[in-house]
Nanobody
Framework: QVQLVESGGGLVQAGGSLRLSCAAS????????LAWFRQAPGKERDFVAA????????LYADSVKGRFTISRDNAKNTLSLQMNSLKPEDTAIYYC????????????????WGQGTQVTVSS
């Protein structure tokens, strides 16, 4: 079955960096657009970044543009998110997501989700 497993979260001071990874299995990874979303306590799940199946097109939320970099390795079935210059407002659970047909910022377009990894940024 489809599995998405995030890792790399943790506690970091403001201005620091973290690199999240998402290991995928159970589907043709190289054919699927992928994305990162995040959800802070009491808030909705927000779009962070998305990447097309071949990595040729990328979208970022305005709040992370210039600080975060999404990438994928289709040979290793892995999605990554490099997060630099972290801010306390980046604190959230980060989720990777996949879907077969859409390159989208809309979480309802994604039908496969990981369990999430906690990122906490202290001030």
């Amino acid at each position: 079955q489809v599995q998405l497993v995030e890792s790399g979260g943790g506690l970091v001071q403001a201005g620091g960096s973290l690199r999240l990874s998402c290991a995928a299995s159970g589907f043709t990874f190289s054919s699927y657009p992928l994305a990162w979303f995040r959800q802070a306590p009491g808030k909705e799940r927000d779009f962070v970044a998305a990447i097309t199946s071949n990595g040729g097109n990328i979208l970022y939320a305005d709040s992370v543009k210039g600080r975060f970099t999404i990438s994928r390795d289709n040979a290793k079935n892995t999605l990554s998110l490099q997060m630099n210059s972290l801010k306390p407002e980046d604190t959230a659970i980060y989720y990777c997501a996949a879907n077969r047909d859409y390159f989208s910022k809309n979480p309802t377009r994604y039908n496969y989700w990981g369990q999430g990894t906690q990122v906490t940024v202290s001030s």
